[in-house]
């Protein structure tokens, strides 16, 4: 029994952090046979935790990419979100708008001087690196961060030199739901962080949509600054 939860969660985890999926693909990447996976496969969806869409393809059968239902949700870590999500509420009626602004302003200043604890290095160490190779560094150590604080981040380099960071998951999306300005300040978090001479774009939301948050980073020398 421990054994076949133990899968279910590792496709669950799989599907999570790379989309859809074919049953052999997650069979190649967990070393199970195909028929293994979609047994479990049958049964996430009997609990309406998983889905699938056929994939027509220009010869053969069409093929069933498997993805999570927004029922699974529950299943990934959701930082105390009615709690949360009543707080933001009580500040904005007793306090007004501006009250709630300045209680997110402060709380991504917190973020960024915890950030940048981690994000800093020797003086000596960043003279050694180009600022390319900087920018990657500061990147990967962000998605560490955001990784440990249960958002599921990756840093991905791409071909043209620039980044992605990659959220999977957010734990605050309750919240985010209630207060879409948590998203706003957020951007500006990744922007101070990373610096005026650095673009940070969000190119796919979770709030719009999409399955994951993700956001194209690449050096921008005539990028003016975002003041917090």
């Not at 293994?36 to 010869?59: F, G, M």
């Not at 020797?122 to 990147?139: I, K, T």
């Amino acid at each position: 029994m421990e054994e076949k939860q133990k899968a279910k969660h590792q496709i669950l985890y799989l599907l999570k952090m790379y989309g859809p999926q074919s049953a052999a693909e997650l069979a190649e990447q967990l070393q199970v046979s195909p028929m293994a996976i979609r047994q479990h496969l049958q049964n996430l969806k009997a609990d309406l935790q998983v889905t699938y869409e056929e994939d027509r393809r220009p010869l053969g059968r069409p093929v069933k990419l498997w993805q999570l239902t927004e029922r699974s949700a529950d299943l990934f870590p959701n930082a105390h979100a009615d709690l949360m999500v009543d707080m933001l509420q009580n500040v904005e009626k007793l306090f007004g708008a501006s009250a709630l602004e300045k209680v997110l302003a402060e709380r991504a200043k917190q973020q960024v001087e915890t950030y940048s604890q981690v994000l800093a290095e020797p003086e000596d160490d960043r003279e050694r690196g180009d600022r390319q190779s900087e920018l990657g560094r500061r990147v990967r150590h962000l998605a560490e961060i955001r990784d440990r604080e249960g958002y599921m981040a990756r840093a991905i380099a791409r071909e043209d030199g620039s980044f992605l960071l990659v959220e999977n998951h957010c734990p605050i999306q309750t919240a985010a739901h209630t207060c879409q300005l948590l998203c706003h300040w957020e951007m500006k978090v990744f922007q101070t962080l990373l610096g005026p001479e650095v673009s940070v774009e969000r190119v796919e939301h979770i709030m719009e949509g999409d399955r994951r948050c993700a956001y194209a980073i690449a050096l921008n020398p005539k990028r003016p600054s975002i003041e917090t």
